[in-house]
DNA sequence: GATCGTTATAACATGTACTGTTACATCCGG
DNA sequence: CCGGATGTAACAGTACATGTTATAACGATC
């Protein structure tokens, strides 16, 4: 069934709400006032930011009122970006344990297989990059009612 | 890490392995030969055989001598038929638990990333459709050294 | 410099999926 | 009827994602 992970997800509605606060006048932002919005733990949320700020789109500032807050224009940030700060690992997996090598195809499925798939992660990076953040939440705000 | 599935893995390995076998003259053959190449057990080959079944491309002969053949020629069988056969779900996971409704980008953000993984996973299809069994097994073939 | 709210992170619990394994019922050619 | 294989259920082990609690570190404000 994959049962993918919602990093991307997560950290796509996190970067979103940041961006929207900010048009708001709310330049820094806690990691609760975000959970409240995901509607999960602080904690999840400050994981997926840890990710975000190493990719250097938010910094956080510590100490009383603190918080965090974007450093990079949502305009600038495709989703293909998010996705490398935020996942990484292949999108379909080889053997557990490696095929007979003694067999033709034991021994030459890995390398074909590594072309497909090579091809196929980069079909998906170029998606993920023809959309930014800021056109993820235009599409947010025109979803409402 | 994502820790994708192997399925696509195995199920073109079998497939491959399939086909070299019938061009040597052995159109019948056990999950437990197949197992040999990919080194497992031989359920998890009668499992992944099961779907491959369902969507038409081998069929099984039961009792004394039973075994698995292709009844489908490989060219005409694409790694997308292959995908559809043994995986679903999406390649990205939607929140665990839904977002905060009375938050804009909570009402929004599903509907608007639906749309964007949709793309994805359309391309995705594409790609895969592009490259048939028999394209693998060449590919595996000229890998040998 | 002490306080307080927040980040940062470790540790643990829980749920779920994948893989591998054993066991056994079922089938059918000989 | 036998024997060898499929078809499946049940279970163990591993891995990972998510959620939760606890605690250390930090720094603005008082």
């Given amino acids: 069934m994959m049962s993918a992970n919602s990093r991307l997800t997560i950290a796509a509605h996190i970067l979103a709400w940041m961006e929207l606060d900010r048009r708001g006048g709310r330049e820094v932002v ?19 930011l840890g990710d975000l700020r190493k990719a250097g789109f938010v910094e ?3 100490g009383a009122g603190a918080g965090w807050s ?15 700060a935020v996942e990484q690992g292949p999108l379909f997996g080889m053997h ?3 095929p007979n090598e003694g067999c033709p195809v034991g021994y030459g ?5 590594r072309r497909v ?4 992660e980069e079909a998906v990076r170029q998606q993920l990059a023809q959309t930014s953040v800021a056109d993820v939440l235009r599409d947010v705000l025109a979803q409402q009612r």
């Fill in 30 to 48: 806690t990691s609760e006032q975000i959970a409240g919005s995901v509607n999960t733990n602080p904690v999840v949320i400050r994981r997926c």
């Fill in 60 to 62: 956080a500032r510590r």
């Fill in 109 to 113: 499925i890995q390398p074909a297989l």
């Fill in 96 to 98: 557990h344990t490696p």
């Fill in 117 to 120: 798939y090579g091809g196929l």
């Fill in 70 to 84: 974007l450093v990079r224009d949502p305009e600038s940030i495709s989703l293909f970006d998010v996705h490398q």
